[in-house]
């Protein structure tokens, strides 16, 4: 398959196939649309609520036990919709859990197509119920999953979403996602004096509330809702008083947008990345996140005031027949920060945090992984989403790695736009190509004609998993590869 970047004539083409292959109920966005809807317009719904958190369900005892149902009647915005969510809220509630805990999750499914479960991020086992990308729960059947957290895994922000494959990013656009905190581990003494939640997600709604089909152009690019939310609030309030040091757990929950963050009159201090902490506080005045990154930040309110948290335009590239990308149309208000009271300076920040030491440089392999777009494919009108020129195919084994090794991996993209990286299971460190270079993460930009070279210890666990584009569209696509590690 060719990963050339396509003409305009052959995306036209493409688009000419309009939305005949997305199935009856499918959710999406609808790319050139036209005018906003009555709720991206705000005529709809409520907006400059006070932040809400969600529902926290927590470990006892060494186990967390819950149930998620996943099925329609998501309030979003302030009103009801028929958007999905877990156990009725979206996001669906925060799971607590501990080192060394069980998560048992009984996930029922009510929302009419197949799904599973992705714990994002976390160290756990891939295999049998496990956090298993190969597990098939049908409409109107659930699945017990049992994922054992090491006694040894690092305290952090992390994620919950559906991970079946071809509809991933329709479910995650409809509502279906949750944060995972691993609470406990080292402590750097962090003087925090809140600790939230910021579950940014995007949708596209229409004046009934029902989330609007995608057409051809909008996967190839990677859709973006016309409603971006927190916590499915439409610009919540965010209250502090001056001289607190609040903690914000950001994740990036979108489909296909990436978060380039600002906070008005104020330096956002990034303490941790993927859920684990950064060698050091560091001081940006933007903290950019892929889909699926999360970064915890801690903001310092010096003076009273409104301050607008705001995503940046980022342009993540074209098809190759047009100029610009799909997220520099412009800026996008998250959320606002209200300080009140008197100036007053705030609480120091230590100068260390333990984060993870880079794996040792004695590589058993070292192997290049190339994603690329282009003509060639047999569906899409012709286009292809392909990781080292094949679609996914759930059979065939695209890696072999041996286990409790350490491997140096060269992801390439040929193509005009960028890839989101993302390896489950196994988390790596990016030695080049990243801001953050040194810093383990799970998932990382790569950029369009770009490289990243990555360290991954293939340790703890065998079995079989997927790495795969995290603009999930791409995957669902076809931009998704296994992996086998063996004893």
Request: aromatic share 6%.
């Amino acid at each position: 398959m060719s990963g050339r970047p396509i003409s305009r004539r052959q995306a036209l083409a493409v688009l000419g196939l309009g939305t005949a292959g997305v199935a009856a109920g499918t959710v999406g966005w609808a790319a050139g649309a036209g005018a906003p809807t009555e709720w991206s317009r705000g005529r709809t719904g409520a907006s400059g609520e006070r932040l809400c958190q969600p529902p926290v369900a927590a470990s006892r005892g060494g186990v967390l036990d819950v149930t998620l149902t996943a099925a329609p009647g998501a309030r979003l915005a302030g009103r009801d919709t028929s958007a999905w969510a877990f156990n009725g809220t979206c996001p669906g509630p925060t799971l607590r859990v501990r080192p060394g805990d069980v998560l048992r999750v009984r996930l029922i499914n009510r929302i009419g197509q197949p799904t599973n479960l992705h714990t994002h991020g976390l160290h756990v086992s891939p295999q049998g119920n496990g956090d298993n990308p190969f597990v098939t729960v049908e409409p109107g059947d659930s699945f017990d999953y049992a994922i054992a957290v090491p006694a040894d895994h690092p305290a952090g922000t992390f994620w919950y979403h559906p991970h079946h494959h071809g509809t991933v990013a329709d479910q995650i656009f409809a509502g279906l996602a949750g944060a995972l905190l691993v609470d406990g581990g080292p402590d750097p003494d962090l003087p925090v004096t809140d600790d939230l939640v910021l579950l940014v997600t995007d949708t596209t709604l229409d004046g009934a509330g029902r989330v609007a089909a995608p057409n051809m152009m909008a996967r190839m690019m990677g859709r973006e809702g016309e409603l971006v939310l927190v916590n499915g609030q439409h610009q919540p309030v965010i209250t502090a008083a001056t001289g607190a040091v609040p903690r914000w757990r950001v994740v990036n929950g979108c489909v296909s947008r990436v978060l380039a963050l600002r906070l008005e009159g104020h330096r956002l201090t990034q303490v941790a990345l993927d859920g684990v902490f950064l060698p050091a506080p560091a001081d940006r005045d933007q903290v950019v996140l892929a889909p699926g990154n999360r970064a915890d930040l801690i903001v310092r309110p010096t003076r009273a005031g409104r301050y607008a948290l705001v995503s940046e335009p980022y342009d993540r590239g074209s098809l190759g027949m047009m100029n610009g990308g799909p997220s520099a149309a412009g800026p996008v208000t998250l959320a606002t920060l209200v300080a009140s009271g008197a100036a007053t300076a705030s609480a120091v920040l230590p100068a260390r945090l333990p984060a993870p030491s880079i794996p040792s440089d004695s590589v058993s392999r070292r192997r290049q992984i190339t994603f690329a777009m282009g003509m060639g494919g047999m569906g899409m009108g012709g286009m292809a989403f392909t990781i080292d020129g094949r679609t996914f195919d759930p059979g065939r084994d695209d890696q072999t790695v041996a286990l409790d090794t350490i491997e140096e991996w060269t992801v390439v993209n040929t193509s005009l736009m960028d890839h989101a990286f993302h390896l489950h299971a196994w988390p790596f460190h990016v030695l080049t190509g990243a801001p953050a270079a040194g810093v383990r993460q799970d998932v990382v930009l790569v950029p369009a004609r770009g490289s990243v070279r990555l360290r991954i210890p293939f340790t703890d666990y065998p079995g079989r998993s997927v790495y795969h584009c995290h603009v999930l569209d791409h995957e669902d696509l076809g931009m998704m590869a296994t992996v086998n590690v063996r004893p």
